[in-house]
């Protein structure tokens, strides 16, 4: 769901950070992709393609969305690992919604894309040592990000999606 314009870039940190509070965010990030899965078995596509409402996200939208936001996670992790203090651009995510056609993408697909390469970047996560979870990028509108505030931010993320997702579906 697109982010309200009204939250700044600080107060949209805080509350995905507050989404991840008392969970293990690894832990959180394992397990996303099979709760996903879960939660739209048996759900026919064009229900995972209905909009709750017209400024909202579908389902297979969110898909979407957590899939390219994984890739964007991963190329970010990786160019911090590679040089540190690196900067990081922030991204239009309604841009890429209409761009990369999040309305027409197979939702199932979608998911299994987040899965690859969420398996992909956990599995690096798991091989770093302390040092480098304290790696950091410059991101262009949150400041100095550590890996380990990236990790967090994507468990909240994730939380912040599945509980969307679980509002949908009830309503459906």
Do not use: C
Not at 98 to 113: A, F, K, M, V
Not at 116 to 138: E, H, K
Request: glycine residues 6%; charged residues 25%; negative net charge.
């Amino acid at each position: 769901m697109p982010i309200m314009t009204s939250e700044t870039p600080q107060q949209y940190t805080e509350r995905i950070l507050g989404n991840v509070k008392g969970e293990e965010p690894l832990g959180v990030q394992a397990a996303t992709a099979s709760t996903l899965e879960r939660l739209i078995d048996g759900v026919p596509v064009a229900d995972l393609r209905r909009r709750p409402a017209p400024d909202k996200w579908s389902v297979s939208e969110i898909l979407a969305h957590l899939a390219d936001a994984e890739i964007v996670g991963a190329f970010r992790m990786r160019l911090i690992l590679g040089a540190p203090g690196t900067a990081i651009v922030a991204y239009d995510q309604d841009a890429w919604a209409r761009s990369g056609h999040y309305d027409r993408r197979d939702p199932r697909q979608s998911l299994e894309q987040f899965r690859v390469v969420r398996d992909g970047n956990l599995a690096l996560l798991r091989s770093l040592d302390a040092d480098q979870w304290q790696q950091y990028g410059l991101h262009s509108e949150r400041g100095q990000e550590t890996i380990e505030r990236i990790v967090r931010m994507f468990a909240g993320h994730d939380i912040n999606h599945l509980r969307q997702i679980e509002q949908i579906l009830a309503r459906a």
